[in-house]
């Protein structure tokens, strides 16, 4: 895995972004989705591949380590579901965009595993 920077305001660093959907339907185009910041710091990214007896890869998912722990998931107030976007910035261009597979909080931070798509 590779060490990450993951900033908002900073566009020579990453910066990580989830989808959610939005009830209350306030966007323009009448589209209720809207983004948000899951996290911005230093995380680590890697991949995570199921291959077959032959060596060839069957599947290709990617995972985001980040220092967020159960605790700081419960002062949140949205949390990444699955099938939701995620986009990975990295020296203020998108280098990884998937949908989420699985959320996991834990006691020394969390992990989310996406399925790449870009």
Known sequence: MEDQQVVIDDPMFDELMDDYNDDSGDDESGNANSSY???????????KNTTSDAGDVITSTRRISIPLTLKDWERREYRPMAGDEVKVYKAGVVCETGHVLDFLPGNLGTTILFKFIA
């Open 37 to 47: 910041i899951v996290y911005d710091g230093i995380c680590r990214s890697g991949a």
